[in-house]
Every structure is written in structure tokens, then in C-alpha cells.
DNA sequence: TTCGTGAGACGAACGCCGTTCGTGACACGA
DNA sequence: TCGTGTCACGAACGGCGTTCGTCTCACGAA
């Protein structure tokens, strides 16, 4: 990251702050994502983002108009790394699942970055639009009506986030060691001895939750969702 | 909501404030939901609440020990309020629908809950429990595994919290005017300017995307999941 | 070379928030 | 009558998003 090379002097003569940044949007952006993956979601503050770039908050506010403007370009960039296919209309259903699935690893590589693509009501920025037309095409190669297709785009895009939501939220939660456990091994002990005959099923389906990995569920509901919207491919 | 009959004067006499309530947990979730309902979920802060109970915001601590609490507390209460079927296994299918519908209407009733509902890791409410435990009766009555139907309430559940999360969330958004109407007519703009050899499909949708209710959405993706899971049945 | 100008960095402050602490009022059993 | 423990609550702390006004400084015109 720094440059350690010894500058020419006509270079250091007239520069008081050795090292000073431009600071663009992008730079923001990057170490509001760096801040990301190291402290969660909620350590994304417009002050801690600063101060990852040396300076005060309000510098911030010169390249980014709010802190949910940067939530979306966080998320955009997220987004904007899964690599999108060549549609190949024979091959749309694994294309498809393919594409989700790279969806949900992106978005679970960032913890908590899943909750702010959920709040994004109209996905407006460049690689959303992008993302969004891949699915469609591959939608629409699969026979899908264009109503179909755009309903059925809706609906599994929704399914990848909340799952890399609930997934991540977890997984995020269950890092900060004592509080989480605790609560799971109070749920463990709840659940045992919770009243049999109110709740036979919970009972007996109790320790599944625990086992079963978040992508092996998630692959379950995938499945089913793609087996019927191919089932309504004309 | 007041009680303006005069009260025996035996019970005015020795009390300096006139209506001093007791302050229960009950109706400090009470109030919190009649904030939720008339000003959203972002009013819902303990300050706001401590206000529409006449007092400071210390005092709710007595009574739950974080705004996290009172937020599983509203939930639970806002599911609680859903009426649970008798399970009859010849109509499973039916029932579950109603039931995935009935959640999906209270949760929109109240604004801002499902982003809670989603937060949730672990629905430990009693009312939460009990919608559980129907749930997994109703896929059982199915003739699904009990594995599948695990996985198949963990699907379905998210399934709903997700649609209510993003509808409720573009309702409340829609309700505030100026802002969310602008980003609407803008994005409309930009769709029909965008170049159409590059996004085909995403032109061809976009009307449908203002057209096409919430409900109808949702009641899509639900029949394509109740569709996969019967037929995950054995 | 000098100077005006405009964009960008930033210190300081405002009004919120969640939460804690210590005090004080008050009902109740001894 | 007198502890005593519960609960309401004023005050305060630290942190947040955001705004305002100032100051620096590169750059083009004169």
C-alpha cells in the first residue's frame, strides 16, 4: 500500500503533508469496504471510514452525499466483482443457478452487506443493472414469458439476499464470540426441554438447526424455486 | 385510549400525579407499536417511546434491557397476533398458504418489522415457537422428511420475511412523498433512455416492474415454493 | 510573476441516539 | 415506626450523521 521509495527532492520540497491523497469516491469506497470485512457492518460509520483515509468526516461529504449513498456504492461494488456469463440458452438453468450462487458468496464475503442490498429499493447503480439483465436473459432463454421472467427475477433475487442476510447476520454475529453462543446454547437447552406434547415437531427437528451448512439450505430452496419456474417455461 | 370518567374521590385524594400508570413491559410494547405504526420504524427509539409514556427514557430499562429486546418483543407480539389453524392434514397445502399469507399481511401492517423479524437469528418468542411448530405440522401433514421439512420452513419463513421486508419498505418509503417519488420518476427516465441494444431485456420489464401488485408478486414465488415442496413429498 | 478564484479539506459544532449512574420517592413487612 | 428494596427518573457520557464556515492551495488570466 505505501510507497517506501525515497522521493526526489524537488518532490518533497513543497509538499508540507508527505503524503497527501487525492481522495476520490473510489478511495471511500474502498476503505469503507475494508472497514467491511475486518469490523462488520455497524463499524461503517462516516467517522470511522475517515478516519481510515487520516482525515475528518466532513471531508467525506465532498464525494458521497450521504452515508446511504455509500452503503449503495458498497454494495454495487460488492456486486459488480461475481463475473457474469455468456448467456448460453441450452445451458440457462445451471447458468442461472451458477450466477445466484456466486451472488450469494459475494454477498456473504461481506458481512452484513447483504442488509443494505435488501434496503436498496430500485437497483439504479451501473453493475445492479447489469446483474439484473444477465438473470433476465437467462429467464427468458429458459422460455419464461416476459411477465414470468419478470416476476421470477424478483423472486429469486430476493431469495439470494434474504438468505446472504440471515446467513451472513449470523455468521457475523456468531465472530463476536460470548454474547451468540450463549443465546445458542440457552436456545440448545430452551428447546430440550421445551414441553413435548405442545411441540413434538420443534422437538424433533430441533437439532437440524444447528447442523446442515447455510449453503447446504440454501441450495435446497434454490433448487426448488428453479425446478418451478422451469416447470412454467413454455 | 383515556378513561375521562370522574374518578371516587377516595382515589384522587392521595395521589400527587393524577394518572400514574404502572409502566409494564406490555405497555411500553404497546406504545412502541402505536410509534411504529404512525411514524415508522426509525421513530421507534427508545427516547420516542419513553414520550408517548409521559416519562424519560431510563425508565424503560427497568423493564427491558435493550432497544434489541424491544424490538423481538414487537415482533413477537405483531406475529402473535396471527390466528393458528388446526392443522388438517388433507388440506395442508391450503392452510400453509393462508398461514405464509396471514404473516406476510401483519408484517406489512406494521412497517419497518420484518427488517426486525429478519434480525431475529434465533425465534425464541413464545408466539414465534408456536408458529413454528404449526409450520413444521402443516409440510409433516405434507408427507415431507423431517429434514425437508426443516429446510422447507426455514425456506418458506425467509421467503415471507424477505417479500414483507422489501414491500413494506418501498410502502413506507412510497408514504414519505417527495424523495422515493423522485428516484422513482427518475429511474423510470433513465430506464427509457437506456441503450437498448446493451439492456434488452431490462427495457422490455421495466414497466412492469410499477405494474403488478405486491400480493401478486408474493403469491407467485409462493406457489412455485408449495409447488416444489409437494413435490418433495413422499 | 502576480493575483484572483474556485474547488476541496477539515475543525467545530448541533442535535440526535442508546445506555448508565446515582438519587430519591414510595409501598410494605418487621 | 422504621428499615428496605423496588422502581421512576434527571443528568450525563460517548458516539453518531450532518452542516457550516474557514482555510489551503493549485491553476489560469493578466
Redesign the interface.
Known sequence: MEDNQPRPPWQRSNQRKPARVPLTQELIVDTALAVLAEEGIEAVTMRRVAQGLDTGPASLYAHVSNKEELHELMADRVLGEIPLPEVDPAAWRAQLKDLLSAQFAALVRYPGIA?VV??I??P?GPNL?RL??VM??LL?AGGLS??????????VG??V???A??SS??RG?LADRPE?KR??E??NA?LAA?PEH?????V??HE??NE?TARE?FE??L???L???A??AE
Open positions: 442488509r435488501m434496503a429499493m430500485i439504479a443493472l439484473g439483465e433476465l436473459a427468458r416476459v411477465r414470468h421472467a419478470a416476476f421470477g427475477c424478483d423472486v430476493m431469495y439476499k434474504a438468505f442476510q440471515e447476520e449470523w454475529g451468540t443465546r445458542a440457552e436456545l430452551y421445551l405442545a411441540f413434538p415437531h420443534t424433533a427437528v437440524l438447526f446442515g439450505r435446497f430452496g433448487d426448488i424455486l425446478d418451478g419456474l416447470a412454467k
